[in-house]
């Protein structure tokens, strides 16, 4: 113990002679900017970054902030703790490198100091290393450093080049939110993601791609969504989970996906992204992009990692969407930081996993949480700390508000992630990716069908009670499962009548052992209701207390307004184009664009659909000949000067890429007559090749 205070405080001598002096002072609005940023740094040089030591006043405001690298310090031997015969391995080496913020007199934080010594091996470079580049300034000079373009051969010579060659300058005053984070594709990555997404899009005209440069005509984004994914978008949209912690954390193909639940409780994709710009005008541009895709319409609850970049990118360009952080997410991160907890215990990682998933009410959530860190030892644990002080965002008793769909549950079960881990890796080529990710995608859609087709022959004995047996007639059988919980779980319900007022009555619903009542509304006129739970609005089930209700008031079928269409059988059954309006802007062929783009989305879902059996295939088939007939019909009746504009339109679209990506694009040019309107732009539709260039 002793030896380890003397190298302790060896260590910090040796930090305070190697502080940067070419570090003028960066700012940042708040303490996670700042640790995202040394947190980007570090994914890219080798090391893992952790929050130390830090100063706050009398108003709880953080005035200091240490950050590490992981190895900084030494494990400390707790007072009493006994001998154990074979001890873990020390892994940290007093290593000095840190960064260090105070809060400046402008109510930002300034970088005073920035170690870039580490008295460790470094991890491996890849190809793709981090560039982290300030915007230019009005006077066109470009200050950043730049690691993409070294290579060395071991981590040694790579510790030399960062101390001997690497010059972080920041322009004192500057808001980090200028400076990009960009990673450049491996060699044939771009032109195999262009092969492959032309490729599909000729093998589907409904097949959505889009694509994003930088000032410099450098490919950084690619965004794709094939038609099945669009439907399922139309029916499961509510709830959307971004996953982009393969992309951040910096490893192999910077993949990122939007996923939903469907209603059997199975993942789906609605959308996939190679993402090589992660500034918080990148996130924009993709949500933007993802919305388009989706025909403007835009899910309930979004899920993320913990990003402020990705924070501001929703509340820019999906307000009316709740935003929470995953706590799937965040128990990944916990591996990693908790990692030497988790190994010394075997109970820590069901508790930590229990404040994450299932407490449902906020007394619970908070008592559990002081349990974990009082019996194992964590209360000064400061990442642990940071977790907790942002717990509006994350913890289930504080976002029951917002529709989850259970998704929290499948997350635990499955990640996509996880399975395309080792082909986004630069070992294999990217067009081996591609073919495993349409393999996974197939073979995840023949199980939907698959369920589909039994949800709907299912020879279970139906149940003897009313209303389980109505249940159990619509809902799926996922969905079945989850409110036949919440029907067994009301006969050990005691009602007690509040009072009434007008056509209202309220309840308390009490349950044997346990201390919290939950109050339940009830509308005599329309059996609406509501409960304090939230257990309808979080999952879309009804829940327990509100069938004591219903079964008190002698209620044996459930009001169809709590049998939410996406939990039933017909989930995918309905009108085929809701929420896909759009509106004429005066350009006939503009407006042609947006109506062949609209009638393809239209007939994916109703393809979708017919697909399903082989007598409405046969259908469908024999409909369209009627229909193509018709629609020759009501051409014929127009003026000649609109009959043959699809072809014309078509023609002058089958251009390479390379004609397509013009030079200097500031204004936006529509590729369909070769004028330019001067309008600024990101997007540009084409009948054919749907391909976004952008330039801000």
């Known amino acids: 113990m002793l030896k380890a205070k003397k190298i302790r405080r060896k260590a910090r001598a040796v930090r305070e002679n190697l502080v940067d002096d070419t570090v003028s002072t960066p700012e940042f609005e708040n303490e996670d900017e700042a640790y995202e940023f040394y947190s980007m740094y570090a994914g890219k040089i080798g090391f893992n970054v952790r929050r130390a030591s830090m100063t706050v006043n009398n108003e709880n405001v953080i005035t200091r902030r240490m950050f590490v690298c992981s190895k900084e310090g030494f494990r400390e031997k707790k007072r009493g703790a006994k001998r154990v015969k074979k001890p873990r391995p020390e892994t940290r080496t007093g290593c000095p490198a840190c960064m260090v913020i105070r809060l400046g007199t402008n109510g930002k934080y300034q970088v005073t100091e920035f170690v870039t010594f580490h008295n460790h091996q470094l991890g491996a470079v890849a190809a793709s290393d981090l560039v982290m580049a300030s915007q230019s300034t009005e006077n066109d000079q470009d200050d950043g450093f730049d690691l993409a373009d070294r290579s060395p051969d071991d981590s040694v010579h790579k510790q030399n080049l960062i101390n001997e060659s690497v010059t972080i300058n920041f322009l004192e005053g500057r808001s980090c939110k200028r400076y990009k984070c960009t990673k450049t594709p491996h060699y044939g990555d771009v032109g195999a993601t262009l092969e492959y997404l032309q490729r599909m899009q000729h093998d589907n005209p409904s097949f959505f791609y889009a694509v994003k440069s930088d000032e410099n005509g450098n490919f950084t984004i690619f965004f794709w969504a094939d038609s099945k994914s669009i439907v399922d978008f139309v029916h499961f949209g509510d709830v959307v989970c971004f996953d982009s912690g393969y992309a951040l954390q910096g490893y192999g193909r910077p993949l990122a996906l939007f996923t939903g639940l469907n209603h059997h409780k199975q993942t789906v994709v609605f959308g996939a992204a190679l993402l090589y710009d992660e500034s918080d005008e990148a996130f924009r541009w993709l949500l933007d992009t993802f919305k388009m895709a989706m025909n403007g319409t835009h899910p309930k609850t979004l899920l993320t990692d913990r990003s402020a970049a990705i924070s501001e990118a929703i509340a820019a360009t999906l307000p009316a969407t709740a935003h929470r952080y995953c706590v799937w997410q965040i128990y990944q991160h916990a591996l990693q930081q908790l990692s030497q907890a988790f190994h010394g215990s075997r109970t820590l990682e069901g508790n930590f996993k229990r404040c994450l998933f299932d407490c449902e009410d906020e007394e619970e ?332």
């Open 365 to 696: 959530f908070l008592t559990a949480w002081k349990e974990m860190l009082e019996k194992y030892d964590l209360e000064d644990n400061q990442w642990l700390a940071d977790l907790f002080s942002i717990k509006e965002k994350w913890a289930l008793p504080y976002g029951r508000d917002a529709f989850y769909a259970d998704m929290k549950s499948v997350q635990q079960k499955e990640s996509l992630t996880s399975e395309l881990k080792k082909h986004l890796s630069l070992e294999y080529g990217l067009l081996n990716f591609f073919e495993q990710f349409e393999r996974l995608l197939c073979d995840r859609r023949s199980a939907e069908l698959e369920f589909d087709v039994n949800a709907n022959q299912s020879t279970k004995k139906p149940p003897s009670m009313r209303m389980l047996r109505q249940a159990a007639n619509v809902y799926t059988p996922a969905a079945f499962k989850m409110f036949e919980r919440e029907f067994e779980l009301y006969m050990d319900c005691m009602l007690y009548s509040c009072g009434e007022m007008g056509t209202i009555s309220e309840y308390r619903i009490s349950v044997e052992d346990n201390p919290k009542d939950h109050f339940v509304k009830f509308d005599s006129h329309n059996s609406m209701m509501n409960c304090t739970c939230k257990t309808f609005e979080f999952i879309g089930i009804p829940c327990r207390h509100m069938l004591k209700v219903l079964d008190t008031r002698n209620i044996k079928d459930l009001p169809v307004q709590y049998i939410v269409k996406r939990w039933r059988k017909d989930a995918k059954s309905g009108p085929s184009n809701s929420g896909c309006a759009f509106s004429f802007d005066g350009d006939p062929e503009s407006a042609q664009t947006k109506r062949y783009n609209l009638l393809c989305r239209i007939f994916s879902i109703s393809a979708a659909r017919a697909a399903t059996s082989a007598e409405s295939f046969t259908y469908m088939e024999n409909q369209s000949n009627i229909l193509m007939d018709q629609v020759e019909q009501v051409i014929q009746t127009r003026p000649p000067d609109i009959v043959d504009l699809i072809g014309a339109n078509c023609d002058r679209t089958q251009n390479s890429v390379d004609n397509i990506v013009t030079e200097g694009i500031h204004s936006h040019t529509n590729f369909l007559n070769g004028s330019a309107d001067g309008r600024c732009s990101n997007i540009v539709f084409l009948p054919i090749e749907i391909l976004i260039i952008s330039r801000q």
